[in-house]
């Protein structure tokens, strides 16, 4: 009788995991769809969303031969570049601060910063264009100063990896006279590689397909193409209703271009991407 119910126990799993299995399948189906169509389209020679298609390398070439785009990839990588470094740091020393260090208004500061999180951004887009604009800052500086400046508020994730750290190996350090600044550097941080690498992610992928702040701050420059991002360069290939269907096929092929660094990125450090989530979801 046991072993009856064993078998049909092991059945049932079985067939639930295969349904499972199936239906993630589907969606992963269902989710590459856009992505296959985009790579389709960059090697097609017709012009516009066209069924019929036909190889050819011209809109890889029209792509970096006809426009701006080596300048307009050139700008976003040394923004997310500078921005990954500045919030990466802020984020490390803010979320070690909020975990190991007890001072008056310590959780009302935290509660307020998530809060303040809750608020997109572009709230304040026009008022912050407006002050980046009289201050001349209406450039690859503006974009930097504006992606940095509320770094501290991503502190829950990496400060709740920080919470998961034992504070005995701390207190040992600090017996044997280690500052905090050396406990931070030589004892937490090695400790800590998944929720850096987490976090040198997640700070690269913002600046790098932000479009509303880097269309506004592409305005304040005047509209000069050396000046564009990625995100406002390739809007600006689709917004001339003459060359549309033209350009097309080439925004296409910017797209995959673009993509290659996330992708490649994701790949190679997935692992400690999903280390550095779980392990700060752990405690909060």
């Not at 059945?11 to 199936?22: C, F, G, L």
């Amino acid at each position: 009788m046991n072993t009856r119910k064993y078998h049909s126990k092991k059945k049932s799993e079985k067939v639930k995991n295969i349904a499972t299995y199936a239906i993630l399948t589907l969606i992963s189906l269902i989710w590459l769809i856009p992505f296959v169509i985009l790579i389709f389209q960059s090697f097609n020679a017709k012009t516009g969303m066209s069924i019929n298609w036909s190889f050819t390398f011209d809109n890889y070439v029209k792509l970096f031969t006809q426009t701006k785009f080596l300048v307009w990839y050139g700008n976003t990588l040394l923004v997310s570049v500078v921005v990954t470094a500045i919030q990466t740091v802020i984020v490390l020393m803010t979320s070690y601060a909020l975990s190991r260090l007890r001072f008056k208004l310590r959780k009302p500061l935290m509660n307020f910063m998530l809060i303040l999180g809750m608020f997109p951004g572009f709230l304040s887009m026009v008022a912050v264009y407006y002050l980046l604009n009289a201050m001349g800052l209406a450039n690859v500086v503006g974009l930097i100063i504006v992606y940095s400046a509320s770094s501290a508020m991503q502190y829950y994730i990496c400060k709740g990896f920080f919470d998961t750290l034992p504070k005995s190996l701390d207190e040992a350090a600090r017996i044997d006279g280690a500052s905090r600044h050396t406990v931070f550097l030589k004892i937490i941080l090695p400790l800590a590689k998944p929720i850096i690498i987490y976090t040198i992610l997640t700070a690269f992928i913002a600046p790098w397909g932000e479009y509303m702040f880097s269309s506004y701050i592409a305005i304040g420059s005047g509209l000069d193409p050396n000046k564009f991002t990625v995100a406002y360069g390739m809007w600006k290939m689709l917004s001339d209703p003459g060359t549309k269907a033209e350009m097309f096929t080439v925004f296409c092929a910017a797209a995959v271009v673009v993509s290659i660094p996330i992708t490649v990125l994701f790949i190679w450090l997935q692992r400690y991407y999903v280390e550095g989530v779980t392990g700060g979801s752990v405690k909060g």
